[in-house]
């Protein structure tokens, strides 16, 4: 039985029969599919990467194949190959650009899980990010307390800075509250907010 990775290959290769590159790297691919990870988005710090370009109703400026090593691009598939053959057991980080409805049908039921996995990831990291800065605002509400009880001359000062800080912490124990809410929701009903493609 064919794997999601194998349907989205042998589609590529039967719609890009006229362009050499791609061929090329279909079947570099199509020996290990399991090796082939489709993403959104390509990152620099990914050992082996490509992207990939098939239009086939409106003209896109962007090459039809380009490969990365390391994040340094090789525009050649062939030498890309030979260098890939230096790591042969990472995985091959593919980003598909298409106007095909079948081949985006394929790559959003097999991306889903990934787009989730993603926001799931910006959530913890927001979540990391409002606890550092309540730790912070508690430590300066703290420190200006101390403040208080020896400087008698600045009350009123501090006092005001004292009901705004409250505030900001408020604002973001909520919002940390909000962003644990989302981060138990079930797995299988998160999604990122529509538009943030």
Do not use: C
């Not at 057991?89 to 790559?107: F, H």
């Not at 990831?121 to 605002?137: F, I, P």
């Amino acid at each position: 039985m064919a794997t999601d990775n194998q349907k989205v290959l042998v589609y590529i290769g039967r719609i890009a029969q006229q362009n050499p590159s791609i061929q090329t790297i279909v079947g570099y691919l199509m020996a290990d599919p399991r090796r082939l990870r489709l993403v959104y988005h390509l990152k620099d710090d990914f050992t082996l990467s490509m992207a990939i370009s098939i239009h086939r109703r409106i003209e896109i400026p962007l090459a039809p194949w380009q490969g990365f090593i390391k994040g340094v691009p090789v525009p050649d598939p062939l030498v890309w190959i030979q260098a890939a053959q230096n790591h042969p057991s990472e995985p091959v980080m593919v980003r598909i650009s298409t106007d095909d409805p079948v081949l985006l049908q394929l790559l959003n039921q097999i991306l889903k899980d990934e787009k989730d996995q993603e926001y799931r990831q910006q959530l913890k990291e927001r979540m990391d990010g409002v606890r550092q800065e309540l730790d912070r605002a508690l430590d300066l509400y703290n420190e200006v307390r101390n403040i208080m009880e020896v400087d008698r001359d600045r009350q009123s000062e501090l006092v005001k800075f004292l009901a705004l800080a409250e505030s900001q912490m408020q604002g973001m124990g909520q919002e940390l509250k909000a962003l644990k809410a989302h981060m138990e929701d079930d797995k299988s009903t998160l999604s990122p907010p529509e538009g943030d493609d």
